[in-house]
Every structure is written in structure tokens, then in C-alpha cells.
């Protein structure tokens, strides 16, 4: 599952941002002890995350630490003896957001409560591309009679913004839970609606969230519905079965993710795979080993970073409220650490 439009903030569009080029980059490797809070992280905790996925990194000198890793080590001692914390920047501060893995109502079933049908990829959008919009999908009969349906859900607005997430569960009448994930897309732009309701003077930029929205769409539902049209973009899911139910959700490297300690990350700076020290700013501090386990196509540049909050609405709310500043520092392998820094002029 990738996740091309996960995110509440950064879904929204409310961080507009490109990758630096490499000439204003820098890298600068610092100490363990000048990372703030350093010691009084959870080590062991960090280090399972790590193992959940470094068994999937190719290059020789992460596969190498995984093993290491696998052996037992104290979690601590393992990081400070392998690793050097590097400095990626572009000379602006990190900007941490936060994601979730939403849980809707629905059944398997359409009914006069259940209306709202959640579609795998068609296969006339697999070969063109870009393929319909968002309006054409839903205001015409050019997805009936497939078989395409999942299953159908009662709001149309939290299945716009499963979409933005990428992935989620559906809890049926029964108790029973299915997992959605990214299958696919028509291939249009997104456009941010947050971003349009700012434009229309609806909002200032500071007033606007997931919650928000979602609130001005029910209660305008014409206009609502105008607004979610904005966005031409389109995402197709596919069924998950074979993640357990007390697991994340599946992150960019086919792993689940972890609350708390996965962060999405821009892969053109930041190995998947590698473990990642969070220094958040804000209301509510962070200071944590998390570890690069996702992507996303708003996560821009050497010093951004999306926080996985877990399931369910109070993650999202938590997840929604975070747009904070703060820096981030990679863990990498002692060789490839200091092969980053410039070459010095003699």
C-alpha cells in the first residue's frame, strides 16, 4: 500500500513544498548526546520497530546491522555503537504532521443506511491514464455491474477522507472487521479542498482541519458536495485479509506500521527501513527513536515527516491537530554516515 494522499494536514494541502536540490543540502553528523531526550527513550521499543522491517533493506551494511540486530543486543548500546545521527537539511525547520488508519461503519450489502460504495481499481482506469474524474465516478453508471464493490459505507465524507488516508477498516453490523488498502487511482491531480475553502475566504489557513471540513460539507451538503468535486482525484481499494486485526495498517514497505514509532518520509533523502530521531516541537513534545517505514506523495524534503497515530477516531483527531516544527536526524550506518559529508577542498 503506498500512500499517495495520507494525511490529514498534509491531505488537506496545507504544506506546499518541492525537494531541495542536492547543491542545498547539507549533512552534518552529531552525537548521541546532543540529541534532546535521548536517553530517556524507549530503546528496546524502537528496536523492534526496526526489526519489523530491516530484514527488507538490500543493501549490504543495513542487512548486516539487521543481523546484529536480530541477536539481541542491548537496544541502546546497539544504536550508539552502529549508528551515527546525521543532519539532513535544507536549511528550514522539520515540519511534523500526523496520519491514521480511519474506521468506518458499512456492510457488504447496499441498503437505504449503507449507500456508498467503496471500489477496486476498474480496468479501464489500469491501462488509461488519467482515466475519469471524481464527479464523472460518482454522478454516472460507469462503475455499476462490475463486481467492483467492496462494500458500501453510510457517509460519503469519511469515504473522501479514507481516500486522502489511504487505507482503513470497515466494521460491519456483525462486529466483524474488514481492512481496506491503496489499490489504485484515476491518475488526476489532487487538489486540495482545504486549500479551496481558504481561497473562497470560508476560513483562514489556521482554522482549517479534517474535522472542520468534514463538518462544513454536512452541514452545506450542495455545496459540500460541490466542494469534495474539487478534487478530481479518485482512489481504488483492494480487501486486505491477511494483517491481523491488533496490527497497523500496511505502511510503504508491505510491514504494519506502529503507532507512536512509524514516520512517512521522503525516500529520495531518507532510506525506508532506517531508524529516524524525532524532535517535535509543539504543544505536546516529542522525543523518540521512530523508524521510516512509509511514504507519502505530500512528504517533501529532508526534514518532513508524518506520524502514524494508530485506529480509530481519537487517533485521527490527535493525528489532525498535528502540524508542529522541530528536526529530525537519520540513523545511519557509521561507513555510509560519514561517506554523506562534502568532499573537503584540500
Given amino acids: 500500500m503506498t500512500r499517495a494522499l495520507r494525511g490529514f494536514l498534509l491531505g488537506l494541502g496545507l504544506w506546499l513544498g518541492s525537494p531541495a536540490m542536492a547543491q542545498d543540502l547539507s549533512h552534518d553528523i552529531l552525537d ?6 535521548w536517553a530517556e527513550d524507549d530503546h528496546s521499543a524502537a528496536l523492534k520497530v526496526f526489526l519489523n522491517t530491516c530484514p527488507d533493506m538490500k543493501d549490504p551494511d543495513w542487512r548486516a546491522l539487521c543481523a546484529l540486530a536480530q541477536q539481541g543486543p542491548d537496544p541502546q548500546a546497539f544504536f550508539e555503537l552502529f549508528f551515527r545521527p546525521v543532519m539532513i ?3 528550514k525547520p522539520a515540519l ?3 496520519y491514521f488508519e480511519p474506521e468506518l461503519h458499512g456492510a457488504l450489502r447496499p441498503d437505504a443506511r449503507y449507500r456508498y460504495p467503496i471500489y477496486r481499481e476498474p480496468r479501464a482506469a489500469k491501462v488509461a491514464n488519467p482515466w475519469l474524474t471524481r464527479r464523472e465516478i460518482e454522478t454516472t453508471d460507469v462503475m455499476r455491474g462490475q463486481g467492483l464493490e467492496i462494500a458500501w459505507v453510510d457517509d460519503p465524507v469519511e469515504l473522501f477522507f479514507l481516500q486522502i488516508q489511504g487505507s482503513g477498516r470497515i466494521r460491519l453490523e456483525d462486529g466483524r472487521v474488514i481492512r481496506v488498502g491503496y489499490g489504485g487511482a484515476n491518475g488526476h491531480p489532487y487538489r486540495s479542498i ?3 475553502l481558504v481561497r473562497r475566504g470560508v476560513y483562514n489557513v489556521h482554522q482549517v482541519s479534517a474535522e472542520v471540513i468534514k463538518n462544513w460539507v454536512r452541514r452545506n451538503p450542495e455545496d459540500g458536495q460541490e466542494l469534495l468535486f474539487h478534487n478530481p482525484s479518485y482512489v481504488f481499494f483492494r480487501r486486505i485479509g491477511d494483517v491481523a486485526a491488533d ?3 500496511l505502511g510503504a514497505m508491505n510491514r504494519s506500521v506502529t503507532s507512536g514509532r512509524t514516520v512517512a518520509v521522503d525516500p529520495s533523502y531518507v532510506p525506508l527501513g532506517a531508524p529516524v530521531w524525532v524532535e517535535k516541537g509543539g504543544k505536546d513534545p516529542i522525543r523518540r527513536l521512530m523508524v521510516a517505514q512509509d511514504t507519502g506523495s505530500a512528504i517533501k524534503g529532508p526534514q518532513r515527516a508524518d506520524i502514524f497515530f494508530g485506529t480509530g477516531d481519537a487517533a485521527g483527531r490527535a ?3 498535528l502540524r508542529d516544527p522541530g528536526r529530525m536526524l537519520v540513523l545511519m550506518p557509521i561507513q555510509r554516515a560519514y561517506a554523506m559529508l562534502p568532499e573537503q577542498n584540500p
Fill in 194 to 196: 482545504g486549500v479551496e
Fill in 96 to 98: 511534523f504532521t500526523g
Fill in 319 to 321: 493525528a489532525g491537530r
Fill in 247 to 249: 496490527l497497523g495498517p
Fill in 89 to 91: 537539511s535544507e536549511g
Fill in 32 to 37: 548521541f548526546k546532543d540529541l534532546n531526550g
